[in-house]
């Protein structure tokens, strides 16, 4: 069974710094595309950022403006999210989900998601 | 960005209604759209994927259809289960981006 397991979120000052893990399991995760996806509190989703299975290809939101890395460790079947200089803004929950990108034929979807870690940026 | 617009933003149905959704990309997707279903406190959940495929284990009243820039979710007759908030979300380039939902709601 797919498992996709959000971790590290928290109460944090603005410009406070947190660092998100998404622990899989259940299919071979050195192989899939993985991406972070945010909801805002009673708001629609907003994709963050996504990394290819060897991490050659990122993608980041251009809201972010080089404030989170996204990271992976293919030993560890683990997602990151390295998010600095936290905003307001950012308060949302963060969600793991696996898939994307696509081929010359066919691209791929989220397929699985995280249950999501809840962030809160406020002094 | 592609830009993905959702209509309408609440519904008021009954269970046994049939609902449409319609969701319309800002430029051609080919057929690289997803539809997802949430309810409050949990992860997004999958029902259909390439505008009109229909995800492993998910009731069949459930069904899409369209390509290029406009798309449609049908659910044939409402069910309890379905009272909830439905996404969009085009999968064809970076960066993603998502309906902004459709909450269907008791009426």
């Known amino acids: 069974e797919v498992q996709l397991v959000e971790s590290g979120g928290g109460l944090v000052k603005p410009g406070g710094s947190l660092r998100l893990s998404c622990a899989a399991s259940?299919?071979?995760?050195?192989?899939?595309?993985m991406n972070w996806v945010r909801q805002a509190p009673g708001k629609g989703l907003e994709w963050v950022s996504s990394i290819s299975s060897s991490s050659d290809y990122i993608n980041y939101a251009d809201s972010l403006k080089g404030r989170f890395t996204i990271s992976r460790d293919n030993a560890k079947n683990s997602l990151f999210l390295q998010m600095n200089s936290l905003r307001a803004e950012d308060t949302a929950v963060y969600y793991c989900a696996r898939g994307g990108g696509c081929t010359s034929t066919s691209c791929y979807f989220p397929d699985y998601w995280g249950q999501g870690t809840l962030v809160t940026v406020s002094s | 960005d592609i830009q993905m617009t959702q209509s309408p933003s609440t519904l008021s149905a009954s269970v046994g209604d049939r609902v449409t959704i319609t969701c319309r990309a800002s430029?051609?997707?080919?057929?690289?759209l997803a539809w997802f279903h949430q309810k409050p406190g949990k992860a997004p959940k999958l029902l259909i994927y390439?505008?009109?495929s229909l995800e492993s284990g998910v009731p069949s009243r459930f069904s899409g259809s369209g390509s290029g820039t406009e798309f449609t979710l049908t659910i044939s007759s409402l069910q309890p289960d379905d009272f909830a908030t439905y996404y969009c979300q085009q999968y064809n380039s970076y960066p993603w981006t998502f309906g902004q939902g459709t909450k269907v709601e008791v009426k």
């Open positions: 390439k505008a009109s």
């Open positions: 259940g299919f071979s995760f050195s192989t899939y595309r």
């Open positions: 430029q051609s997707i080919s057929s690289w």
